[in-house]
């Protein structure tokens, strides 16, 4: 079975500062990952997914994620937060194309 | 342009109403989804389908239910709504392949009164 943690149901930073977001998971194959943002009142935006090709992945909007295979971990960076980035984060995991979710990390930013 | 559409956006209605949440994909894709995400929660798959009169139930159990009878199209029905059943339904396709990721429209939320 597959599974995702999101450590953290609310992280705060300042603008301009690193934004970190932890994601661990359960698979019993490969797995294929993805980074999700959910913006208020609106569906849900992929950032970016590793498909087993280069473990450090660059998605959008600045966002990249790296692949660690021994800590079972898909953790989510920005070098400089922008206030735009205050959203919801969601860490998938991959079966069958079927998606489990993670429950979710709001990034808060303040100026 | 492709893309994910759901309507209605909103719907406040009453407890025994029959309801439909309708989803059209301009995008190609075979792959169906429904998701049901209460306020600070995660995604729980309610519904999937592989294709035209494919449909499976999800890893959520739901009264609602779903037909496919075009690929573009993937309505979802609950015959009798009830308060329990407010939250937000997000519906998203895929290509068939492993790692294809989910597109995701913009989804309804429901409010039974």
């Known amino acids: 079975a597959q599974s995702v943690t999101q450590l953290g149901s609310h992280v705060s930073v300042s603008e301009g500062a690193l934004v970190l977001l932890r994601c661990n998971y359960s698979s019993s194959v490969p797995p294929y990952l993805f980074w999700y943002v959910q913006y208020p009142n609106q569906g849900l935006q992929l950032l970016l997914k590793y498909t087993s090709a280069a473990t450090l992945v660059k998605g959008i909007n600045g966002f990249e994620a790296e692949f660690k295979k021994s800590e079972t971990s898909f953790h989510l960076t920005k070098p400089s937060a922008h206030m735009s980035d205050a959203a919801e984060y969601f860490c998938?995991?991959?079966?069958?194309?079927?998606?489990?979710f993670g429950k979710g990390t709001m990034l808060l930013v303040s100026p | 342009e492709a893309d994910i559409y759901q309507t209605p956006r909103y719907l406040v209605i009453g407890t025994g109403k029959k309801i439909t949440l309708e989803c059209s994909q301009t995008?190609?894709?075979?792959?169906m989804y429904w998701y049901q995400q209460d306020p600070g929660m995660e995604l729980h798959l309610i519904h999937y389908?592989?294709?035209?009169?494919?449909?499976e139930k999800g890893d959520l159990s739901s009264e609602s239910t779903v037909s496919r009878i075009r690929t573009e199209h993937f309505p979802l029905t609950l015959e009798s709504a009830r308060p329990s059943h407010t939250s937000q339904y997000l519906c998203a396709s895929s290509e068939l392949r492993e790692a294809g990721e989910q597109y995701f429209g913009p989804g309804t939320r429901l409010t039974v009164t």
């Open positions: 389908s592989y294709g035209v009169n494919s449909t």
């Open positions: 998938a995991v991959s079966f069958y194309s079927t998606l489990t």
């Open positions: 995008m190609g894709h075979d792959k």
